[in-house]
């Protein structure tokens, strides 16, 4: 079965640090540029983060711009997003997709997407 699966989240208090990992199955990763998305309570799917397919370049949303980190490793087949000095206002479910390409922080001609990883940032 092809699929994204998305993992690592949870409850943090403001300040803390979560790393979400992206695997894939049943395919490659390194054929795709892998983004981030997330989704608050009554908001609409926002961009986060793009990487290539080689990890060399990589973009972030002005929101969390120096604060979080996008990392892949193709042998491990998988993507990370390490957040750190997390706010209240990044609480959303977090979603990983894999496309054809980036451009800037969103990633385009997405083939296929992950469930979602909830993060909750409350003291």
């Known amino acids: 079965q092809l699929q994204l699966v998305e993992s690592g989240g949870g409850l943090v208090q403001p300040g803390g640090s979560l790393r979400l990992s992206c695997a894939a199955s049943?395919?490659?990763?390194?054929?795709?540029?892998i983004g981030w998305f997330r989704q608050a309570p009554g908001k609409e799917r926002e961009g986060v983060s793009c990487?290539?397919?080689?990890?060399?370049?990589?973009d972030f949303a002005d929101s969390v711009k120096g604060r979080f980190i996008i990392s892949r490793d193709n042998a491990k087949n998988t993507v990370y997003l390490e957040m750190n000095s997390l706010k209240p206002e990044d609480t959303a479910i977090y979603y990983c997709?894999?496309?054809?390409?980036?451009?800037?922080?969103?990633?385009?001609?997405?083939?296929?997407w992950g469930k979602g990883t909830l993060v909750t940032v409350s003291s």
């Open positions: 997709a894999a496309g054809d390409y980036c451009s800037g922080y969103y990633v385009y001609g997405i083939k296929y």
């Open positions: 049943g395919f490659s990763l390194d054929h795709f540029v």
């Open positions: 990487i290539s397919r080689s990890g060399g370049s990589t």
